[in-house]
């Protein structure tokens, strides 16, 4: 069993719709990061999070340490939204999830 | 900005040849890493770099090896491609603290494919 589970795997929305990426993992953490990679390939660090919760802009990370669980939200998806979003997690060395597939159509 | 910069975006190779993925990074960072990334799979990690000429195996440092004779630069050498070694690369780096945050920055990738 991969230490960084994600769900869904893939996800199909439509423009506007709210968004949500779950990311499990069962380790302990000093950091949990969410990422998102491009169909071009270079991935970017969206958040980095050790307890509660962070928003920039239409996108909001939470994570719950006792349940192991963080969620990242997208709100009023847009079709640019679309990408690759990774879940990883830091205790000496990081652990990433498969990431999740996210297409939002217009 | 960070720039990650890897040499190579796309390649294509044959079994048994040598092949060498260069990454540079601009921001004078210590720690430079390579992973590779392949379907249903989290990112992996090949070997890594704390300094200069130091060099570390990560979980699949298997047919890998690496160089970092300068602290901008760390390359990845496939001594003899194989086809199971078809991948997405992707080369990061991060400042110290990166061991306490794993705060990384990444290149574009190259995406090796070997025949």
């Known amino acids: 069993k991969n230490e960084v589970e994600q769900s869904p795997q893939n996800l199909t929305a439509q423009e506007g719709e709210f968004i949500t990426i779950n990311c499990s993992y069962s380790?302990?953490?000093?950091?949990l990061h969410w990422l998102q990679q491009h169909p071009g390939g270079g991935i970017v660090s969206l958040f980095m999070?050790?307890?509660g919760k962070k928003k920039h802009g239409r996108l909001i990370a939470t994570i719950n340490i006792q349940e192991k669980h963080s969620s990242l939200h997208i709100t009023a998806s847009h079709p640019r939204d679309s990408a690759v979003y990774i879940c990883a997690v830091f205790n000496n060395d990081m652990r990433f999830g498969a990431g999740t597939r996210l297409t939002v159509k217009p | 900005d960070v720039k990650v910069t890897q040499s190579s975006r796309y390649l294509v190779k044959r079994t048994g040849e040598k092949v060498f993925l260069e990454c540079v990074q601009d921001?004078?960072?210590?720690?430079m890493f390579w992973y590779r990334q392949d379907p249903g799979l989290g990112l992996r990690l090949i070997y890594f770099s704390y300094d200069v000429k130091m060099k570390e195996k990560g979980d699949i440092p298997e047919g890998y090896s690496v160089s970092r004779e300068k602290k901008e630069r760390f390359s990845l050498i496939l001594e003899s491609a194989s086809t199971n070694q078809t991948s997405m690369y992707l080369c990061?780096?991060?400042?110290?603290?990166?061991?306490?945050?794993?705060?990384?920055?990444f290149g574009e990738g190259s995406r090796l494919t070997v025949l």
């Open positions: 999070l050790s307890s």
């Open positions: 380790v302990g953490i000093s950091a």
């Open positions: 921001m004078d960072h210590e720690n």
């Open positions: 990061a780096s991060g400042l110290t603290d990166v061991r306490f945050t794993g705060e990384l920055f």
